[in-house]
């Protein structure tokens, strides 16, 4: 690629040509405020934070938008930049409600920093605010479009990564608003309620329904006998929340930070992701020997779920039965735990932590109490775990490592990379190749599903049996796959679908800032676990081999069928 | 006269459109002005209906309706009555024909009247600066009015 000479704030610079003034300027070490930015996206040029002078050009110029030429000159802080910038974010501030310490993304807020790398010390115009109602609709997001700059972050997630286009600017100018069609509620519309948008918006206007006040309840209420269990994806990303790395994996501290807030019994997900494994493995098996229907859809992402009931409720019958493991794991909580120790289930409060928002919805949905009560009470993210660990003062990094109570803690490799892309179907083909072929797997890293390409195709060799698989991650993605499967094309036995980019660690409910960049050091954590862990077959896990002699029986059996199975609604399409 | 199909939206009308268009590039705006055209205005289950016929999401094309000042996504009267706001038409009395417009038709601007016949709107220039002030109804351009006149056009209509 030819490149070009430019020469930013006295810095020259070689860049390819077509590189943006951005680009060139962070090659010259020179820092641009952007807005509307981000490293994930298309340009999009609507905020016009970024503004610089370039020589010879009659106005001031976008940076992000703007394409270098050799011989450029760019300068980046002058007084007409610096208060053209000032004069933007004001104008911003003044359309925003200023009660930042009551936000939850106070002090996580990109208009927050900016107006403050800025200078912003008052807002010269008169404050009017956008009179636009809050959406509490739904159990997982709360949208305020009074806090929304409009700088269409979530408008390109929402369509280009998620494949969905539930918000939308609407109206026009000074007027426009992000919205989904008509201003419904969210609740009533296509929405898969993953919570993408709240890692593409900037600000405070799209958040997750905070639950931490009941849990504290529940914590302090001594009838109670409150158990919790920790996503896979957790312990790679709740670090951050206490200022770690991306990539740190904190299993052991979390599980002692639990202990400290309250939590009679800190237990694993990642048990009930091997029980997903050996009922879900089962299922592939099934359906192999009696003909369908193929290929089988994991059913463990419940953003992904909602979708496919909106989208493609005709590939239904496809999606394997199986609940997820949160729901695998609150349905046996209120049962064979409380029998095991003899707890009346009434008394047993489940809290779920979840790299997720859509899993706020799926706890609620209405037939997830097979229990005879709802299997899971609460569900929070890994935000809002972080938050009630701040609360409680509880210094993360002086934390000794413990360990997860038996026997719902106890669980294998397989199940802990139910949170990177491609997990899911790498267990569970670690399994089935054993249950196939009743020999013993060498070899167990599938690497052809893992990793951040959108979607992943392998043929394995099941010692003759020839499956073909694939996975996608992030829903448009999986709108292009089962639009190939709705076709009748490919030729697939089984299919992992994870809704969020990168899988769980990418979830809608994880740390604020999550990038693609984050993501993938956090996928290096979720398999350094993997190999951390003795036992790294779900079969082979000892607590799931006594679950299924001492209560369920075998898998897919009639207690199985009652307790870790269900179905799902076809929803509109529109 | 009510609007003809207020109630029962004609969707074949609808999907007839949307399939002559679908495929192109840029179907939707030629689609929308096409409904509008045959229904009067773009109601929900219309727009359902290009969404899912185009391959939209219903937020995307509700968004590029209320975008554009000439689509409506409310019912219309039969006639849209357009006034000219700009100056030329300001410093020709324009404000003594807007009043008694007003005040004819006891509605103000982006209502409608109960029987449903007209559509109050303002707009920035209709371009006949020279027979200022200006109105214009459905799709004539009336000039040189006066409260006395504009009162004698709307009878036309009535």
């Not at chain 2, 000219?84 to 007003?102: F, R, W």
């Amino acid at each position: 690629m030819p490149e070009v000479k430019v020469t930013i704030d006295g810095i020259e610079v070689t860049v390819p040509s077509g590189s943006t003034i951005l680009q060139a300027a962070e090659r010259a070490g020179v820092r641009i405020p952007t807005l509307c930015h981000h490293p994930d996206q298309e340009v999009k040029g609507v905020c016009r934070v970024c503004v610089v002078e370039v020589e010879k050009s009659r106005t001031l110029q976008a940076a992000c938008a703007f394409p270098v030429a050799d011989g450029m000159v760019v300068r980046t802080n002058t007084p007409a930049v610096r208060e053209a910038r000032r004069v933007i974010v004001e104008l911003m501030l003044s359309r925003h409600p200023e009660n930042c310490l009551e936000c939850a993304r106070n002090m996580k807020c990109e208009l927050q920093a900016l107006a403050e790398e800025l200078g912003v010390r008052q807002v010269r115009f008169e404050r009017k605010l956008k009179d636009h109602p809050k959406d509490t609709s739904t159990p997982a997001l709360i949208r305020d479009p009074s806090k929304c700059v409009v700088c269409r972050r979530c408008v390109y997630t929402c369509e280009k990564v998620q494949g969905v286009a539930a918000l939308w600017p609407a109206y026009r100018g000074h007027e426009t608003v992000v919205v989904p069609a008509y201003d419904s509620d969210m609740i009533d519309v296509v929405c898969a309620l993953c919570g993408q948008c709240i890692h593409a918006c900037p600000t405070g206007a799209i958040t997750e329904k905070d639950d931490t006040e009941q849990v504290w309840e529940a914590l302090g209420d001594p009838s109670k006998h409150v158990v919790v269990q920790t996503a896979p994806a957790i312990r790679a990303t709740l670090g951050e929340e206490a200022g770690l790395p991306p990539g740190t994996l904190v299993t052991g501290k979390m599980v002692a930070a639990l202990r400290r807030l309250g939590f009679d019994r800190v237990f694993d997900t990642d048990f009930t992701a091997d029980l997903t494994i050996m009922e879900e493995g089962s299922e592939l098996i099934h359906r192999l020997e009696t003909g369908g229907p193929l290929p089988l859809l994991t059913s463990c992402s419940p953003g992904w779920v909602k979708f496919i009931e909106h989208f493609f409720p005709e590939l239904l019958p496809n999606v394997s039965t199986c609940k997820s493991p949160q729901q695998m794991f609150g349905a046996l909580a209120k049962t064979y735990y409380a029998e095991k120790f003899g707890l009346d289930p009434a008394d047993i409060f489940v809290v779920s932590v979840m790299p997720c928002t859509a899993k706020k919805f799926e706890a609620a949905r209405p037939e997830m109490n097979s229990s005879g009560y709802r299997d899971v009470d609460v569900v929070l993210t890994s935000r809002e775990l972080g938050r009630m660990f701040r609360q409680a003062g509880i210094d993360f990094e002086k934390l000794e490592e413990e360990e997860f109570d038996d026997p719902l803690g106890v669980s294998t490799g397989a199940g802990a990379i139910f949170g990177a892309t491609g997990g899911v179907m790498e267990a569970a083909l670690r399994t089935a190749y054993e249950l196939v072929t009743k020999k013993e797997l060498k070899e167990l890293d599938f690497v052809a599903v893992r990793g951040m390409a959108g979607i992943k195709e392998a043929t394995v060799d099941l010692d003759g049996v020839k499956l073909n698989v694939a996975v996608a991650h992030g829903l448009a993605n999986a709108r292009t796959l089962m639009e190939k499967v709705a076709r009748g094309e490919g030729d697939y036995h089984f299919i992992e679908i994870m809704a969020c980019p990168g899988g769980c660690i990418g979830g809608g409910g994880q740390p604020i800032r999550t990038t693609n960049e984050v993501r993938e050091r956090r996928i290096e954590a979720i398999y350094r676990e993997d190999k951390r862990l003795p036992i790294r077959k779900s079969h082979e896990n000892p607590a799931i081999k006594k679950l299924y002699e001492e209560y369920l029986g075998e898998p897919l059996g009639e207690k199985s069928h009652e307790l870790l199975h269900t179905h799902y609604t076809p929803r509109k399409r529109v | 006269m009510a609007r003809e199909h207020e109630g029962a939206v004609d969707l074949g009308r609808v999907d007839e459109i949307v399939a002559r268009h679908k495929g192109r590039e840029g179907a939707l705006l030629p689609v929308l002005r096409e409904v509008q055209d045959a229904v009067g205005y773009l109601p929900q289950e219309a727009l359902e209906r290009v969404a899912l016929g185009l391959g939209l999401s219903l937020s995307q094309v509700y968004g590029v309706a209320t975008f554009y000042s000439l689509l409506y996504t409310k019912p219309k009267g039969k006639y849209t009555v357009r006034v000219c706001e700009s100056a030329p038409c300001h410093v020709q009395g324009a404000q003594e024909v807007i009043d008694t417009l007003v005040r004819e038709l006891g509605i103000s601007f982006g209502e409608t009247t109960p029987d449903g016949l007209f559509t109050l709107e303002k707009v920035s220039c209709l371009g006949v600066c020279g027979v200022a002030p200006a109105v214009m109804i459905g799709d004539r351009v009336y000039g040189n009015l006066t409260p006395e006149t504009v009162v004698a056009v709307l009878q036309e209509y009535r």
